[in-house]
Every structure is written in C-alpha cells, then in structure tokens.
C-alpha cells in the first residue's frame, strides 16, 4: 500500500482564493483525521470522519472550512475564501478499526496564503 | 474532551547520553498512548505506544511508561544519536475510531 496520499505537498495562493486540499486514505480504514499544523498551536484535530460520516467537526475554525468524505477513498478541505492565518501544514491521517490502531500520516499539504 | 501535555518543549543532550519525554493526560477514559516521531519537513510516524494494560513496553533504545493512576507516560530514549534529533508528540485516545490528542511536541537535538 503507498500509504496515505495528500494532494497538493504545496500550495500557495492569494488570500480570498479558494483553497482545496485532498486526501486518500489507506485501503481497508475506516476513520480518516484531518489536522492542522502550526508552530504556536501543534497538531489540531480539525475533522474527523468514521466510515464517510463526519463525526465531530468542532475543530474546524471557522464556516469558512469545510470538509467531505464521499466515499472510503477520498476526502476533501476546502478553505473559502482564504486568509494569511490559514498557513499551515495540512495533515490527513487514517487508521483502521478498533480502539489501538496506529493513525498513519499523509506527507501533508504545505499551505501558504499571501 | 482530552488534554494532553507534553513537557519539555525542548531538549538538547549529548550524544549517548538518555533523554526522557513527559507527558500527562486528563481523560481517565484514555487507554492508547502513541509516540510519534516527525523530522524536518516530514510527516509524523508511530515510534512506539502503549496500551493501559501494559506499564512499560522496551523496544531497543526506547522505551514507554504509563502510569493509569496519575495519568502520566514517558518515553525515554538511551544511548541517544545524532538521528534521534526531531520533534517528539506524545498523544491518547480512547478505544474506538476516536482522533488522537496530540501534546504540543518536544524538540529534542542530539549534540555529537
């Protein structure tokens, strides 16, 4: 398995552009994270989805982010419009089933909003 | 919700020298404990981890301890070398498709 793919590893774009960010997660997991990644915050949970369905979306900080998960094989974060404190790394993780299961990181989508 | 709290923010040790990560959690429910490892520019990847069944667990040159009662575990790592250098996140959950929680991360530099 190539692991978990995260598309773009780089995006840069102006502020009030419409940002979207793509994952895929491990064939066979069932739960997919989303975290954000910041020198001053860490790591920050910021959506996650159990079998499609979004279970808690209270990590997301603002209505200007929103999420989807489709299907088992792809996710989406989309940031509309954009801002200059959007910068960030953007990690997508999965895990499969079971409450010791290891999450597995995508390599992450590097986010710069001018 | 879970808390996690890493300490210390950074470290730095000589070579060969041991180096100890702590972190405490608020959630008694909490019974998966991972340590990831993430180096410059990469993403975070499972070094080891813990389950609360389980008080201490050895792999190699690092090791993990939990203690349930104070909601605390550590991971030390022995005989420390240059490419032990990088941030380490110490993180919990619970059982189920939970997120994990991660700490705020330590960086650690390994001097040789």
């Known amino acids: 398995d190539a692991g978990v793919i995260q598309s773009p590893r780089h995006e840069v774009t102006e502020m009030g552009q419409e940002v979207t960010l793509r994952c895929k997660p491990i064939s066979g997991h069932n739960s997919l994270f989303w975290y954000r990644q910041t020198m001053m915050r860490g790591l920050e949970l910021l959506i996650y989805?159990?079998?499609?369905?979004?279970?808690?979306d209270s990590g997301m900080p603002e209505d200007r982010f929103s999420a989807k998960m489709p299907n088992a094989s792809f996710s989406t974060l989309k940031i509309q419009p954009s801002e200059p404190r959007d910068s960030a790394v953007y990690f997508c993780a999965s895990s499969g089933t079971g409450g010791f299961t290891e999450a597995f990181f995508g390599q992450g989508t590097r986010l710069t909003v001018v | 919700g879970e808390n996690v709290e890493q300490h210390p923010s950074t470290l730095s040790v000589q070579e060969g020298d041991s180096a100890v990560i702590k972190c405490t959690y608020s959630d008694s429910a909490s019974n998966y404990f991972p340590w990831y490892k993430q180096e410059l520019g990469k993403r975070p990847q499972l070094i080891i981890d813990i389950r609360s069944n389980v008080g201490e667990k050895k792999d190699q040159r690092i090791a993990v301890t939990l203690n349930k009662t104070a909601k605390h575990f550590s991971l030390h790592i022995t005989e420390t070398q240059p490419e032990d250098s990088a941030v380490y996140f110490c993180a919990a959950r619970d059982s189920g498709n939970t997120p994990l929680v991660f700490g705020k991360g330590t960086r650690l530099s390994v001097i040789a």
């Open positions: 989805f159990n079998n499609n369905v979004p279970i808690d």
